[in-house]
């Protein structure tokens, strides 16, 4: 198969995937910003980093949801790479805002986190190097065959959650007053809209409890408000000077990848709609026995009087596991009654 070949039939463009885009982009528009800024204290560091890295996670997306080929199981390494060091910086950003009162303390917890995830991300790298993989329908993607590694690493990813999201932004607001502490508040927040509520929808979305585009909307949305509130809290509570036209170009920025983002959701749905109701047509159209060219390669229909297959325009070329189709055809018959 030439180049042309394997672009038609392994990648695919959709609103995920341009999703997915546009928050990289954003989060290295962000980080961008925040890097730009002149004589940055110690905090301001860790959320350029841990946003820099966050946008390197949400690329490991960009591959998942363009590319629908085994070798895309891959993206987890750049997922699982990224996710625990991203938690980590923001939750030192929390640590070290307005400025760094307790500089050992901090310096420790941020080895000892780097040192978890490094051997985390190494553990998880070696026991997938070659490990099968599998589509996963309900998520839309194509992953590695390693329920159990899996559910190691997110036990990890809910540990860092917690550590970073609740348990150091309380341990900071106690040791801080008035309008700082509602500012760290703030901050947290942010933090928990755009990762709480996401790592939640996926693993119902893993499960099938959540439909994938729910999720994917979802993550979309809830990333780009987090990114929006970040940005304009940090531009107005900073403790460096910000000039005004880096200001003014961050905001504009965001607010147009926001917008962009709404525009394609929006342009999507149509054409989803759209391709749908065809496909339905065309569904019903072959079932009635009516001749369907292109999109259809079989028929596999299940008689419930004989209570078993009707073969009569199945092609076991095409489909030979017919023993995993009757079995999912049973379940949906039992989940149907």
Not at 242 to 259: A, D, H, K, Q, R
Request: with cysteine; glycine share 6%; proline share 2%.
């Amino acid at each position: 198969m030439g180049e042309t070949g394997f672009v038609s039939n392994n990648v695919f463009l959709n609103y995920y995937s341009f999703g997915s885009l546009l928050l990289f982009l954003t989060s290295m528009l962000v980080s961008g910003v925040f890097l730009f800024i002149d004589r940055k204290v110690s905090s301001t560091k860790h959320l350029a980093i841990g946003i820099f890295f966050l946008g390197i996670f949400q690329f490991g997306y960009v591959i998942a949801t363009f590319l629908y080929h085994p070798f895309a199981a891959y993206h987890r390494w750049i997922t699982v790479g990224f996710i625990l060091p991203a938690i980590l910086h923001i939750g030192q950003f929390i640590a070290r805002y307005p400025k760094n009162d307790f500089p050992k303390f901090n310096q420790i917890t941020t080895i000892v986190l780097w040192l978890i995830a490094l051997f985390s991300i190494g553990y998880f790298c070696f026991s997938t190097w070659n490990a099968s993989v599998k589509y996963y329908f309900t998520a839309h993607r194509w992953d590695f065959n390693a329920e159990n590694i899996n559910n190691k690493i997110a036990n990890i990813v809910f540990s860092y959650m917690f550590i970073n999201f609740f348990a150091i932004p309380i341990w900071r607001m106690t040791h801080l007053s008035g309008k700082t502490r509602w500012i760290v508040f703030a901050f947290t927040v942010s933090f928990l809209i755009g990762g709480t509520l996401p790592v939640i929808a996926n693993f119902l979305g893993n499960d099938g409890y959540l439909e994938r585009s729910i999720y994917f909307t979802s993550i979309v949305l809830l990333f780009m408000t987090a990114f929006f509130i970040i940005l304009i809290l940090y531009l107005n509570f900073s403790v460096e000077k910000t000039s005004f036209m880096l200001e003014i170009v961050g905001i504009t920025f965001v607010t147009v990848l926001i917008v962009m983002q709404i525009l394609i959701y929006i342009s999507n749905q149509d054409k989803e709609f759209e391709y749908d109701t065809l496909s339905r047509i065309r569904v019903e159209k072959a079932l009635e026995g009516e001749s369907v060219k292109g999109g259809i390669s079989y028929i596999f229909k299940w008689n419930h009087v004989e209570n078993s297959f009707d073969k009569e325009r199945y092609n076991p070329k095409i489909h030979p596991d017919q023993e995993q189709i009757e079995i999912d055809f049973k379940n949906t018959l039992l989940y149907e009654e």
